[in-house]
């Protein structure tokens, strides 16, 4: 199979081969460079889950929530860089398969650590879980408040990645 196009990680190496680090904490650089590597197409995520999320982000802008799509799509190279950079911790991550992204209210990019305790980020667990059949970050042990995925029941066997 033919690798999949990541025009965001090409656009970024063009720019800037390195993540602007300068006077920011690791945690927030290191998100940064998360952001840099990522694809952001609703196209690379899997046809599951597609529809989904083009949901959630609507219903986001419909609560007056304007969010920027952090990450779609990673390879697997990119994922190892994550676990490294210690913006990931799974063993298997779901962005791999397409069946996770993360989005962010852009008011709160500019905030270190994008302000886990503020409302709106409740507000968009909550919407999702009015969509069904999305699991949020937000509601894990170890939260991560921009991350959404397919609940794994809604993948179908026949077709899951060997
Ligand atoms: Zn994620």
Redesign the pocket.
């Known amino acids: 199979m033919a690798p999949l196009h990541f025009a965001g990680a090409q656009l970024v190496e063009q720019r800037s081969p390195k993540p602007p680090v300068g006077g920011l904490s690791p945690s927030w650089s290191a998100t940064l460079m998360e952001i840099a590597m990522a694809s952001t197409k609703f196209d690379d995520l899997s046809w599951e889950f597609k529809p989904l999320a083009l949901e959630l982000v609507a219903r986001c802008m419909e609560a007056g929530i304007c969010v920027k799509i952090v990450?779609t799509r990673r390879t697997l190279e990119e994922h190892q860089q994550n676990v490294k950079n210690k913006v990931s911790w799974t063993k298997h991550c779901r962005?791999i398969d397409g069946d996770?992204?993360?989005i962010a209210p852009v008011e709160l990019l500019k905030i270190p650590d994008w302000a886990p305790e503020h409302p709106k980020w409740q507000a968009m667990g909550a919407i999702a879980k009015g969509i069904g059949g999305i699991t949020w970050?937000g509601d894990w042990h170890r939260k991560?408040m921009?991350?959404f995925?397919l609940k794994a029941a809604r993948r179908i066997p026949a077709i899951q990645a060997v």
């Open positions: 990450c962005h996770a992204f993360d970050g991560d921009c991350h995925e």
